[in-house]
């Protein structure tokens, strides 16, 4: 059989971490053509041009959606532009490869939620987790029947990442920004909608939101969840760690994992089976994404595996709700400013660490 070669020209909007990211795994695949990366930062399109010199870099967005031959946008700028493009996107017929949130507030999220629905254009956003090794795999075990019932589903992600202040100013606070990731991937566990909830957060450094919260609750299946998430994990310690786990009980069996972001450990204790896993961490699965999206594109059917516009609006609402949540209780805060000001400046100079933004590199 001939091998096919059929490219799909596409462009990026928004340069930033995850544009480069998004540009290193089309490249690496050979169905993709980047024809333009658009970004308003000299930077950014300087570094474009340099990793990709056939690449045309712009600044105007509108150059991509009035081009008839481009047929998907991967938005990777913040989620303030997000919907703007993905209206453009729809009315010009250009499939989407979208950042979360898919846009900047939960109003605009749901708008866009209805603006793909029946356009006919393949819209998916980069929950990546769902696209994990790991997380497929302890799913996949689970279905099996390997743990009994799903009963329990704890999952912790703390981080010396995004300090307050630091950007992603439209992505909400760290439990939203970086929360909804695990909000999401606990209904896809569960795989039923979330029924209650109680939130405890924390004013770390006595910032004015909360930069840890924990969240418990159940799923309409009377599965229950505990979700943990902070960026606040020892910004200051000498050498910096985290702590990021996923915990699923069974009515049987257990199954969890681990990771130190560059090999995940996967731990299955099943009824008949019990094995351990360990293989590269995988980043943000973004080959992954985009070879679902091209196949997709080339074969005019939508793989069910890409997570959906509707599935984003759903975690980033709980995200939100959870925050809420957190404000209803006592919130107490501890610390104050200025270890957050020695924070950032520590990050500011730091050209490796957790979850550095490009501005603070440059
Ligand atoms: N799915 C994930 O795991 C994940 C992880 C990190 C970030 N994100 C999301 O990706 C988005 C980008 O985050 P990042 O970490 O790459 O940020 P970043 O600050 O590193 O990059 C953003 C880039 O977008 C550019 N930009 C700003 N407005 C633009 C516009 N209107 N048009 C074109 N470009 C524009 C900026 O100049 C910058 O180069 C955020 O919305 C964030 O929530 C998702």
């Given at each position: 059989?001939l091998?096919?070669?059929?490219?799909?020209k596409?462009?990026?909007?928004?340069?930033?971490?995850?544009?480069?990211?998004?540009?290193?795994?089309?490249?690496?695949?050979?169905?993709?053509?980047?024809?333009?990366?658009?970004?308003?930062?000299?930077?950014?399109?300087?570094?474009?041009?340099?990793?990709?010199?056939?690449t045309?870099?712009?600044?105007?967005?509108n150059?991509?959606?009035?081009?008839?031959?481009?047929?998907a946008?991967?938005?990777?700028?913040?989620a303030?532009?997000?919907?703007?493009?993905?209206?453009?996107?729809?009315?010009t017929?250009?499939?989407?490869?979208?950042?979360?949130?898919?846009?900047?507030?939960?109003?605009?999220?749901?708008?866009?939620?209805?603006?793909?629905?029946d356009?006919?254009?393949?819209?998916?956003?980069?929950?990546?987790?769902?696209?994990?090794?790991?997380?497929?795999t302890m799913?996949?075990?689970?279905?099996?029947?390997?743990?009994?019932?799903?009963?329990?589903?704890?999952?912790?992600?703390?981080?010396?990442?995004?300090?307050p202040?630091?950007?992603?100013?439209?992505?909400?606070?760290?439990?939203?920004?970086?929360?909804?990731h695990?909000?999401?991937?606990?209904?896809?566990?569960?795989?039923?909608?979330?029924?209650?909830?109680?939130?405890?957060?924390?004013?770390?450094?006595?910032?004015?939101?909360?930069?840890?919260?924990?969240?418990?609750?159940?799923?309409?299946?009377?599965?229950?969840?505990?979700?943990?998430?902070?960026?606040?994990?020892?910004?200051?310690?000498?050498?910096?760690?985290?702590?990021?786990?996923?915990?699923?009980?069974?009515?049987k069996?257990?199954v969890?994992?681990?990771?130190?972001?560059?090999?995940?450990?996967?731990?299955?204790?099943g009824?008949?089976?019990?094995?351990?896993?360990?293989?590269?961490?995988?980043?943000?699965?973004?080959?992954?994404?985009?070879?679902?999206m091209a196949?997709s594109?080339?074969?005019?059917?939508?793989?069910?595996?890409?997570?959906?516009?509707r599935?984003?609006a759903?975690?980033?609402?709980?995200a939100?709700?959870?925050?809420?949540?957190?404000?209803?209780?006592?919130?107490?805060?501890?610390?104050?400013?200025?270890?957050?000001?020695?924070?950032?400046?520590r990050?500011?100079?730091?050209?490796?660490?957790?979850?550095?933004?490009?501005?603070?590199?440059?």
């Amino acid at each position: 059989m001939l091998k096919d070669t059929t490219k799909i020209k596409a462009a990026l909007i928004g340069f930033g971490r995850m544009g480069k990211m998004y540009g290193e795994a089309m490249a690496q695949s050979n169905r993709w053509e980047i024809a333009y990366v658009c970004d308003p930062s000299p930077s950014s399109r300087a570094e474009a041009q340099k990793m990709f010199p056939n690449t045309r870099t712009i600044t105007d967005e509108n150059i991509i959606f009035n081009d008839d031959s481009i047929r998907a946008v991967a938005l990777c700028a913040l989620a303030d532009s997000r919907k703007e493009q993905i209206e453009k996107a729809v009315r010009t017929h250009k499939h989407i490869i979208a950042e979360k949130p898919v846009a900047d507030t939960i109003e605009h999220e749901w708008e866009v939620v209805d603006l793909v629905k029946d356009s006919g254009v393949f819209a998916t956003v980069n929950l990546y987790l769902r696209n994990s090794w790991y997380h497929q795999t302890m799913k996949q075990f689970i279905e099996e029947g390997e743990i009994g019932e799903l009963a329990i589903i704890r999952i912790c992600h703390m981080t010396p990442g995004l300090a307050p202040g630091e950007g992603h100013e439209y992505e909400g606070p760290a439990f939203h920004d970086c929360g909804m990731h695990y909000v999401d991937i606990a209904r896809w566990y569960a795989g039923s909608e979330y029924k209650t909830w109680h939130a405890q957060g924390l004013r770390m450094w006595s910032y004015k939101d909360p930069w840890w919260l924990q969240c418990h609750g159940t799923f309409e299946n009377g599965i229950v969840y505990d979700i943990t998430q902070g960026f606040v994990y020892g910004q200051l310690s000498q050498q910096q760690t985290h702590n990021s786990y996923t915990d699923i009980i069974g009515t049987k069996g257990i199954v969890r994992m681990t990771h130190d972001f560059k090999t995940a450990v996967v731990d299955l204790h099943g009824v008949n089976r019990t094995l351990r896993i360990e293989k590269p961490f995988g980043g943000k699965n973004l080959d992954k994404l985009c070879a679902l999206m091209a196949e997709s594109i080339l074969s005019g059917q939508r793989d069910p595996r890409m997570p959906r516009m509707r599935d984003s609006a759903i975690a980033s609402q709980h995200a939100w709700d959870f925050l809420d949540d957190a404000r209803a209780h006592d919130l107490p805060a501890i610390g104050n400013l200025e270890t957050l000001e020695e924070i950032r400046e520590r990050r500011r100079h730091m050209t490796n660490g957790y979850g550095l933004l490009r501005h603070n590199k440059e």
